[in-house]
């Protein structure tokens, strides 16, 4: 259907931020199935999806919905009433590229934070992580949960797809996406997998980002000093966990011992 005048006319128009959850809740379950009834390894099971989709992606954007005439290789803009609404046409003052994609993901934050916090699924969530042989023991279907995981981060990795489809780029682009799902990690190793935490870690580290280009543009400082930094921060925040660790395997060896 996308080869079709009617494929490239809806992708014209864009799906919307919902059906843009709607499909990476998706994609999310079969990872997430395949870790909940196979034992597959999450990472391993990503990772490969991943460059399916990509190269079904870029198939799709240099071939049935590359816009005809044009040399350079991406889809039709999206409509006009289909993008996300610059925020300078809120407030009267000139913001750049920030849209109500801001907003939503405000919104989003705040959402997942009650879920995980204040709900019986959210309960279920923390336990699963936590300990899962403890948390099938206390009657938790273990499985059903890892599956929700994954679908839930999922259609929040969906809206984060509309937001750069929708309200960044206009269109489809090859290497849409780039390494931000790599980022996206850094970002919740800072927040400690806070929710709410993630909104300042995010910002933080697009800080980073946009800094190291400005940095390098105006001062003979290259932007590899924000790799360096960036790598600095994972290994400060994941060496926290070496103490804990050390406890455990303490408290193991004097339960042998005795």
């Known amino acids: 259907m ?3 005048p009617l494929g490239r006319e809806l992708v014209r128009q864009g799906p919307g931020p919902h059906g843009c959850a709607a499909a990476g809740a998706g994609m999310g379950l079969v990872p997430g199935s395949m870790k909940a009834r196979l034992g597959a390894n999450e990472i391993v099971a990503t990772l490969m999806l991943n460059a399916i989709v990509v190269r079904v992606y870029d198939y799709l954007v240099n071939g049935p919905l590359k816009e005809s005439g044009s040399s350079a290789v991406h889809s039709k803009s999206v409509q006009q009433d289909s993008v ?33 916090t204040r709900t019986p699924l959210g309960y279920r969530i923390r336990m699963t992580g936590a300990n899962p042989d403890f948390a099938a023991y206390g009657g938790i279907r273990v499985p059903r949960v890892i599956e929700w995981s994954f679908v839930i981060g999922g259609a929040v990795a969906g809206l984060a797809g509309a937001h750069l489809v929708q309200g960044v780029y206009g269109r489809l682009e090859p290497g849409l996406a780039g390494s931000l ?23 933080f580290y697009s800080y980073l980002r946009a800094g190291g280009d400005i940095m390098e543009q105006q001062t003979d400082v290259g932007t590899e000093i924000v790799v360096v930094i960036q790598a600095v921060i994972v290994l400060l925040v994941t060496a926290q966990a070496l ?16």
């Open 84 to 116: 996300l609404t610059p925020l300078s046409d809120w407030f009267g003052v000139p913001l750049g590229r920030a849209n109500i994609g801001f907003g939503v993901m405000l919104l989003t934050a705040v959402a997942l934070w009650l879920l995980i």
């Open 181 to 203: 799902a790599f980022e996206g990690i850094v970002v919740a190793l800072l927040a400690r997998n806070n929710p709410l935490v993630v909104v300042v870690a995010g910002l």
């Open 2 to 4: 996308v080869s079709s």
């Open 243 to 258: 103490p804990n660790l050390l406890k455990r395997r303490i408290a193991r060896r004097q339960v042998g011992v005795r």
